[in-house]
């Protein structure tokens, strides 16, 4: 596990896991390659048929206990490597991912700032 924050604006966990990608009625299995406070991003299988823009929701299970869960909207495809913008995420999720994140992190200053952020914009609702 590795931290990046090449020339994004919020500190992301490179972070490799399976995660479940809800898009409409289909659930399809992804991996993980990195997540953020504001974003994740995921492989996903050749048949996705996602498109730009679109809504999804995305979950990561870390324990039995333990769930990271992410309304999101497709924000870039490049072949199978789909990126994903957050847009909602229960109090719950953004606690677990904060742990994960600081966890990973060099500067842990960084992720206090992205949390900051966050709050200004509101994005962190419960």
């Known amino acids: 596990m590795n931290v990046s924050n090449d020339r994004r604006q919020f500190l992301r966990s490179v972070f490799h896991a399976p995660v479940r990608l809800r898009h409409g009625e289909t659930v ?6 990195d997540i953020s406070l504001k974003g994740a991003l995921i492989e996903v299988p050749a048949n996705w048929e996602g498109r730009l823009g679109e809504s999804c929701h995305l979950s990561l299970e870390l324990s039995a206990q333990a769930t990271i869960k992410m309304d999101a909207t497709v924000s870039h495809i490049r072949g199978q490597h789909i990126g994903l ?13 904060r742990q994960l994140v600081e966890h990973n992190a060099d500067n842990p200053a960084l992720l206090e700032r992205d949390l900051a952020t966050l709050v200004t914009q509101g994005s962190a609702t419960p």
């Open 28 to 33: 399809v299995p992804a991996l993980l390659h």
């Open 85 to 97: 913008h957050c847009q909602r995420m229960d109090l719950d999720s953004v606690t677990h991912l």
